[in-house]
């Protein structure tokens, strides 16, 4: 079973940058897209980004893209996304996990990935 470890949250004002990173256990890193999700308090977790496999092909919501950069080095299992131009809004839990679309046209978490991990906190102040 795959766990994952979330890190690199912080409190930054608005326009600001944070580096996030997921590190991963297990063989399935590199064979599978991975995903970053957040969830803002009273609402529901939601995949803003997903990068497949090889990293060849990295999709973005609308409300990310052009502001955040996911990456990923399958040598340590592990992924990041760069977050720039950070906005309140984006103030929110952050959580990553494989995801079931091979080619991220959907993001969502893959049905067999049991257990989420803590999470790391991105607070964005006006």
């Known amino acids: 079973q795959v766990q994952v470890v979330e890190s690199g949250g912080g409190l930054v004002q608005a326009g600001g940058s944070l580096n996030l990173s997921c590190t991963t256990s297990?063989?399935?890193?590199?064979?599978?897209?991975w995903g970053w999700f957040r969830q803002a308090p009273g609402q529901l977790r939601e995949g803003i980004t997903c990068?497949?496999?090889?990293?060849?092909?990295?999709t973005y919501q609308s409300a990310v893209k052009g502001r955040f950069t996911a990456s990923r080095d399958n040598a340590k299992n592990t992924l990041f996304l760069r977050m720039n131009s950070l906005k309140p809004e984006d103030t929110a839990m952050y959580y990553c996990?494989?995801?079931?679309?091979?080619?991220?046209?959907?993001?969502?978490?893959?049905?067999?990935?049991?257990?989420w991990g803590q999470g790391t906190q991105v607070t964005v102040s006006s």
């Open positions: 297990g063989s399935t890193f590199a064979g599978n897209s």
């Open positions: 996990a494989p995801v079931s679309s091979p080619y991220c046209t959907i993001v969502r978490a893959a049905a067999d990935f049991a257990v």
């Open positions: 990068i497949t496999g090889s990293g060849e092909i990295a």
